[in-house]
């Protein structure tokens, strides 16, 4: 029993977070695909850069609410087991829920960075860790501008916190590994800003394009170039 609770949680976690919000979206929506846009990485940053308006908020919840969602209910299924802890299911799942999200089977297991994930999981296991992590993006994205430098530091200010607030070592241990894959995902953008070329992030966007296909082939942004033309320009 205790074997298929963490077989069964592991495929659910990680078939339910595969499932890309920005990349349903993009299809959905603009008929266009957001790997083949901006940065090409499909997640919230990039999907606010290139289409901007309240639907990317919406991929920046529903990243955040699959995660939520999975740990939540598996804390719930881990805790009254006797091997376990709410903190180790809703762990364990957050991982699983993390590799599903970075590396989709749905789309050739090339998925987005992972910070959003890896966030809601912090919350999941200590308010007081959401609130540190909260806290520091708040702070470091306003000053520095960077939405990579402010994911990085966040998370590993929240893991820091689990320290403090004793979250169990195994729940622990789960937490910061993830923590290092996102790091470890974000190393071009690492790369980047010690070149001094990491492109900044502004929640100020132009307005969305209009959620149909241009029949010119333009880029869709209000410019004359071509589409391959003005999605090369996005890219960082």
């Known amino acids: 029993m205790t074997v298929l609770i963490y077989v069964l949680t592991a495929v659910v976690s ?9 990349i349903v979206l993009s299809h959905l929506v603009y008929h266009r695909d957001i790997r083949r846009e901006g940065s090409g990485n499909p997640g919230f940053t990039n999907f606010h850069r290139v289409f901007g308006g309240k639907l990317s908020w919406l991929v920046f919840v529903l990243d955040i609410g699959k995660c939520v969602a999975v740990s939540l209910v598996a804390g719930l299924v881990f ?3 006797y091997f376990s802890t709410r ?4 762990a364990y799942a957050g991982v699983f829920a993390l590799i ?11 998925g ?14 200590d308010w007081r860790a959401g609130l540190v992590a909260t806290a520091v993006m708040l702070t470091v994205l306003p000053l520095s501008g960077f939405m990579s430098l402010s994911s990085i530091l966040t998370l590993i200010a929240g893991g820091v916190t689990l320290i403090f607030v004793r979250t169990p ?15 470890w995902r974000h190393r071009s953008n690492i790369a980047r ?4 070329t990491e492109k900044k992030f502004s929640f100020r966007k132009k307005k969305a394009p209009a959620p149909t296909p241009t029949e010119t082939g333009t880029a869709g942004d209000g410019s004359d170039e071509p589409a391959a033309v003005g999605a090369g320009k996005e890219k960082e």
Do not use: D, E, Q, S
């Open 87 to 90: 903190a180790l299911g809703a």
């Open 193 to 196: 800003l010690v070149a001094g």
């Open 112 to 125: 987005g960075k992972g910070f959003l994930v890896t966030f809601a999981l912090l919350w999941v296991l």
């Open 169 to 183: 070592m195994p729940a622990l241990f789960l937490t910061f590994g993830a923590v290092l894959l996102v790091i």
């Open 79 to 81: 805790a009254p087991a």
């Open 14 to 22: 990680y078939f339910v977070a595969a499932v890309n919000p920005a």
């Open 100 to 110: 599903g999200h970075t590396y989709p089977v749905f789309y050739r297991f090339k």
